[in-house]
């Protein structure tokens, strides 16, 4: 029984023991548990911000999509992004053929953004309710951004006139710089991106018209010449302009590049001379877009 005794005593001991020890490793288990769900917490709230992180970030972008496109249907809707006709992209134009219309005419702009003279005929053509085309030369727009923003914000179409307005030969890759920046500069003042190109004195040979017509600009020339820039007494402008003009036609000035007081003086009197002939004044790609609905209209009826 002793031996019993002693032999059963050790083992209560060992039971104990085990007892004990399965309360301790209980609670060690119950103080570890806490810890780990803390770590699994700490995890995803980790993972819940970088969540959040992307989230915002595709927010910010989507935001940025639609405001763009917004930006670009309002864009659209005030003319901003001049469409063309497909037949004149790429194409030189000197004037609208039309046949059937009613007369219309279209004033174009040369040389500026230039101070106090775009501003000048900018009045005026607000004053008589009439839009124009401003072929803008790049460096003029740099140093005159806010007139060229007045340009397009008054409701006008910009073209694009080169950077520097130099006559000679350019290969491909100045000429990609001339028109390029020009236009990009025009983009980034206006927010209008034009595919009209008029080459510096109307010379079709030196690489600036060939490169344009290769990026599918429509190269708008004139079939009324003012000769301004000669500075012509103000009647003599007056008739340069008027003898040479017939419906469809484009009459060439400028708000820019010199002395331009003559063509301040000379222009209210050109514009009640047309309307005293029946005419409507119209920008280049109205023009166009007349010539195509005519020339289209013909192709139907020889159908
Ligand atoms: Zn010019």
């Known amino acids: 029984m002793e031996n019993n005794k002693s032999f ?9 023991l085990l007892a004990l020890g399965g309360v301790f490793s209980l609670a060690f288990m119950m103080l570890l548990r806490p810890n780990v769900s ?69 004033l174009t702009f040369d040389d500026g953004p230039w101070p106090e003279t775009t501003e000048k005929v900018l009045d005026i053509l607000k004053s008589n309710n009439i839009k124009g085309t401003f072929f803008v030369v790049g460096q003029n727009l740099k140093n005159y951004p806010e007139l060229g923003k007045q340009i397009v914000t008054q409701g006008h179409v910009i073209g694009n006139h080169t950077w520097h307005h130099w006559y000679h030969f350019f290969n491909q890759q100045a000429a990609a710089f001339e028109i390029e920046r020009t236009t990009d500069l025009i983009y980034q003042v206006t927010g209008a991106k034009t595919n009209l190109f008029r080459p510096p004195g109307g010379n079709l040979h030196n690489g600036l018209v060939a490169y344009a017509k ?40 400028h708000d820019g590049g010199g002395n331009r007081s003559k063509t301040i003086q000379a222009l209210p009197e050109i514009i009640s001379n047309f309307r005293n002939q029946g005419y409507r004044f119209v920008t280049i790609p109205e023009l166009l877009e007349m010539e195509d609905t005519e020339q289209k209209l013909l192709a139907n009826k020889k159908q």
């Open 8 to 16: 059963l005593w050790p083992e209560g001991i060992l039971i104990a």
């Open 38 to 106: 803390e770590a699994q917490s700490r995890q995803s709230i980790n993972v819940k911000r970088i969540a959040a992180k992307v989230g915002t970030q595709q927010r910010i972008e989507k935001l940025k999509a639609s405001m763009l496109t917004s930006w670009q249907q309002e864009a659209q809707t005030k003319g901003l992004s001049y469409a063309v006709p497909p037949r004149f992209q790429g194409a030189i134009v000197k004037a609208a053929k039309l046949t059937q219309s009613e007369k219309v005419i279209a």
């Open 214 to 253: 290769g990026q599918k600009y429509s190269v708008v020339m004139w079939s009324a010449d003012s000769i301004d820039y000669k500075l012509p007494s103000v009647p003599k402008l007056i008739d340069n302009v008027i003898k040479d003009s017939k419906p469809g036609g484009i009459v060439l000035m």
